[in-house]
């Protein structure tokens, strides 16, 4: 480490001389913990011994470091929902891009975030390790010279809410394997606690929860994602409005709800302003939607919002939920009002509404079906437009460059397939510089969210029915919201565009763990013709692992988990990459 020291010196005054964007390096190690969250001690995935794992807090363009140790027994991989990687999708943290980290190895990611700001989160993204934690937040602060939409806020709270069950991953995981359901989740975790003792008869004693500590008259942001397995959740605070300002990298028009369904995979932020007596506690709740609430009853978080000056502890029956036990109409309606500010920036000066996606010309139209799970060769699988998806040994994007040929085929169709469902590695093939329209049709019963890595979309429409050509004409060509996960609801189509000015393999899913892990997915394939590889697409990481088709390029690095004994050599092998990093910053690379 001594002999590096020299070196980082002139990289780091290099890069400082050329007033390049800051750096931000984190140092993790992803390990087993046991945790009770329900009052059952099980195990968690935990980072640092965090559960949930630490919140980056980073600025617009800042660039990235992470250093990730694999101290599971099973190989990991990181991704980033809603970081749109630009032009880099080596650092996506998807099968597709990037061979896992094996057990006991580190590997560090590298990324910027270019024009970007907003609420987002991270994950484990492999075989339902997200079911067992591993997630964390990720705040993009707008510049000093980029002004927001609202007063600055006192305070800025991260809240992470989701399904859980008691069975570790691996169980779940097995459960699907074998063709089970998971049946109904265990409870709701806020902060990866339990709920607060609101019934005795629902939540045993004991349980510890989460307690949000605040000051009277004073304004807060919460950032909040639903990070569960499969659930809807709706949200909301007793006696507070929710003033809701951007979702997922996008300033929304200001609006106030007292509650707001938050599906699998979303990320919302809030302002939410104490001006209650505070004769009491107040309840923060997440329940389960379109459920049987009298059978899904202990499927609710609870936490507590405590004012400085409160007078009691919170008692009584919880605020009530929309009155909607099916009928999702009140919820879609909900979606369909969050509109983006067309007239503030965000990353940047110029207004969000500058890019006007409802007059260019669309270049391709890709209808996306699910269907309820089917049984295929006799497993039990969920489909995209007939096909579930298989991921290869060999990641996509390294199967090209090195041009192995096989690993996948480019024939995923525009329209969803007549005929029985088949199990392939299927990808959308498309140019760079196109515009994208795709429509996602869920003919299942349950609430799916669909996301797509390295963009921002549009979302144009929603309705209940089969999507058809005249469904175009209610399309909002003005101020759709743009986001990276949207909902789409059972018997209903989701409409969305995206500009793919993206080069790279970028992943198309279902947030849905258990629907995911049964194949619902695909990937987008953005070549450009007249460039490509080292001129519109960033080259590969020196650091690349390799598996697959091309293992035997990999060169061996010895496990060392996280003992204390190789704290040095995981120390070096993470300056080396901080050095090369930076030097290539002063290069001007």
């Not at 970028?506 to 049964?518: K, Q």
């Amino acid at each position: 480490m001594a002999a590096l020291a020299p070196l980082l010196a002139v990289a780091f005054l290099a890069a400082a001389a050329h007033a390049a964007d800051p750096f931000a390096f984190f140092d993790w190690d992803v390990t087993y913990m046991t945790a009770s969250p329900l009052g059952v001690p099980q195990q968690v995935i935990a980072i640092n011994k965090q559960f949930p794992g630490p919140v980056m807090n980073v600025t617009t363009n800042y660039n990235v470091v992470v250093n990730v140790l694999n101290s599971l027994d099973e190989p990991l991989l990181i991704t980033w929902d809603g970081i749109q990687h630009r032009k880099n999708c080596w650092q996506d943290g998807v099968l597709g891009t990037t061979c896992p980290i094996p057990p006991g190895w580190n590997w560090t990611y590298n990324f910027q975030v270019k024009d970007q700001i907003g609420s987002f989160f991270y994950f484990p993204s492999l075989g339902m390790q997200r079911a067992a934690g591993g997630f964390g937040g990720i705040t993009v602060n707008n510049r000093a010279v980029i002004s927001v939409p609202f007063d600055t806020p006192d305070g800025d709270i991260t809240l992470f809410i989701g399904d859980w069950y008691k069975k570790n991953h691996t169980h779940l995981r097995k459960m699907l394997d074998d063709g089970k359901e998971l049946g109904m989740p265990d409870g709701v975790l806020m902060n990866g606690k339990g709920p607060y003792r609101y019934n005795d008869s629902l939540v045993p004693d004991g349980i510890e929860y989460e307690t949000i500590k605040v000051e009277p008259g004073k304004t807060y942001r919460f950032r909040v994602h639903n990070v569960g397995v499969s659930t809807s959740l709706n949200f909301r605070i007793q006696n507070h409005n929710l003033a809701l300002v951007e979702t997922e990298g996008s300033y929304t028009m200001k609006q106030n709800f007292t509650n707001l369904d938050i599906h699998v995979g979303q990320s919302y932020s809030f302002l939410v302003t104490m001006d209650q007596n505070a004769s009491s506690d107040y309840y923060i709740v997440a329940s389960a939607r379109f459920v049987n609430e009298s059978l899904w009853t202990r499927v609710t978080g609870v936490a507590i919002l405590q004012y400085s000056n409160s007078k009691g502890k919170a008692s009584g029956p919880l605020p009530d939920p929309p009155n909607d036990e099916y009928d999702k109409t009140f919820s879609m309606n909900q979606a369909r009002s969050i509109r983006m500010n067309v007239s503030t920036g965000a990353a940047r000066p110029n207004p969000q509404g500058s890019f006007h996606y409802g007059s260019i010309n669309v270049s391709q139209v890709y209808k996306l079906r699910n269907e309820p799970p089917v049984i295929i060769n006799g497993k039990k699988r969920t489909t995209l437009s007939g096909i579930s998806y298989s991921p290869p040994d060999t990641p996509l994007r390294l199967s090209d460059l090195y041009d192995k040929k096989g690993v996948y085929t480019l024939d995923f169709p525009t329209m969803p397939i007549d005929g029985p469902p088949v199990i392939r590695t299927s990808v959308i093939n498309s140019t760079y510089k196109d515009f994208l329209e795709i429509v996602f049709q869920n003919n299942d019963t349950i609430v799916q969210t669909y996301h797509i890595d390295g963009y921002a979309f549009w979302v144009v429409g929603m309705d209940y029915g089969e999507w058809t050509e005249n469904s175009r004409g209610t399309y909002n060509k003005w101020d759709g919201v743009s986001r990276c996960t949207t909902q789409v609801f059972p018997g209903a189509w989701t409409a969305v565009m995206l500009s793919l000015d993206s080069p790279g393999f970028w992943n198309v899913r279902t947030e849905n763990l258990d629907t995911w892990y049964l194949g619902q997915e695909t990937y987008i394939r953005v070549v450009d013709p007249n460039g490509g590889y080292n001129v519109t697409e960033m080259v590969a990481p020196d650091n690349m692992l390799y598996c697959g088709l091309l293992k035997d390029k990999q060169k061996a690095q010895k496990p060392h988990g996280s003992s204390s004994s190789a704290a040095a050599a995981k120390l070096n092998n993470y300056l080396l990459v901080v050095l090369v990093s930076l030097l290539a910053l002063a290069l001007g690379h």
